[in-house]
Structure formats: C-alpha cells, structure tokens
C-alpha cells in the first residue's frame, strides 16, 4: 500500500502561480509512474502531467508550457508547479502513483494509488 498526501492548493489570481507538493510514503523505486490528475465539478478526473521510471513526462495539451511535473527521489516527494494560472484550472488537484509495469502514461481507470485532493481555485 502507498500513502499520497498532498500540500499546497489554494486561492490564487489568474495570471498568478502556485505550487503543489505531494509526500509520497515509499521511494520512487519500486514504483511505476507519478501523475497529477484533477477533477471540476460536473467534469470527469483528467490526468493534468504524468512522469514516468525514466523521467520521461507528458502533459495534457490545456496546460502544457504552464505546468511542470517534477520529483524529488530522496525526499519521495513530487511537485507541480503552475504558472500562468487561468479560471479553468480550477479543480481539486489529486497526487496519484501506478505499479510498476503497467503502460505509461496512464489513465485514472488503471491508476492504483490516490491522495485526498487538494483544491486549487483561480479566481479574480
């Protein structure tokens, strides 16, 4: 079992950056691929920025150039780093993990492990 906690979501104006931070209670190594997903109301989880074994990432297409995935492999950490932030993104930002060997990039249907959510609103 793995444990997801994640930090960070809150308030910010559009134009405006924030940061997400997810703690992660094994190490990176006998993992698959790390992904953030989110969820708006009335709208299905999407995945948002995934990275997988290698550091190999991929973004969804409404937040490439303005998100960034990364990860600490000492601290079992991973992060995302919003910038440019727009009232669509609002969502509930959800810190997810795969087992290993499973395809990558995946899909919320075959993800195995979820953090609580944090909320992110973008709003004037």
């Known amino acids: 079992q793995v444990q997801l906690t994640e930090s960070g979501g809150g308030l910010v104006q559009p134009g405006g950056s924030l940061s997400l931070s997810c703690t992660v209670s094994?190490?990176?190594?006998?993992?698959?691929?790390q992904a953030w997903y989110r969820q708006a109301p009335g709208n299905q989880r999407e995945s948002v920025a995934v990275?997988?074994?290698?550091?190999?990432?991929v973004y969804a297409d409404s937040v490439r150039g303005r998100f960034t995935i990364s990860r600490d492999l000492a601290k079992n950490m991973l992060y995302l780093q919003m910038n440019n932030l727009k009232p669509e993104d609002t969502a509930v930002y959800y810190c997810a993990a795969v087992r290993m060997f499973k395809p990558f990039p995946p899909a919320v249907a075959t993800t195995d492990w979820w953090g609580q959510g944090t909320q992110v609103t973008v709003s004037a």
């Open positions: 990275i997988g074994r290698s550091g190999t990432t």
């Open positions: 094994r190490d990176f190594s006998g993992l698959g691929s």
